[in-house]
Nanobody
Framework: VQLQAFGGGLVQPGGFLRLSCSASGINFRIHQMNWYRQAPGKERELVATITSGHNTDYADSVKGRFTLSRDNVRHMAYLQMNSLSPEDTAVYYC?????????WGQGTLVTVSS
């Protein structure tokens, strides 16, 4: 199982980014996909989830600003992040559980700064 996260970068406050996660080695369509983030000096936190049925859930801190979607044909999960603030600065990780194990992408850094 391999997850690859990409799309991070430097963005100004109020800006937007779209993160992507590609998955291989799993039956993608049946697995829930998750995005976590870890800010400097803080614990990793769950940001958003999307089930196999495309049901989504978000942390309160990102509701209304972030949108998680998936493409079961391309085996991709996308995290659209709008109205970014410096508090969103973190390394973002995509994640899934398969075969009883947790799998993580390598993380992509999002820096929100003027």
């Amino acid at each position: 199982v391999q997850l690859q996260a990409f799309g991070g970068g430097l963005v100004q406050p109020g800006g937007f980014l779209r993160l992507s996660c590609s998955a291989s080695g799993i039956n993608f369509r049946i697995h829930q996909m998750n995005w976590y983030r870890q800010a400097p000096g803080k614990e990793r936190e769950l940001v958003a989830t999307i089930t196999s049925g495309h049901n989504t859930d978000y942390a309160d801190s990102v509701k209304g600003r972030f949108t998680l979607s998936r493409d079961n044909v391309r085996h991709m999960a996308y995290l659209q992040m709008n109205s970014l603030s410096p508090e969103d600065t973190a390394v973002y990780y995509c994640n899934t559980m398969a075969r009883g194990l947790n799998f993580w992408g390598q993380g992509t850094l999002v820096t929100v700064s003027s």
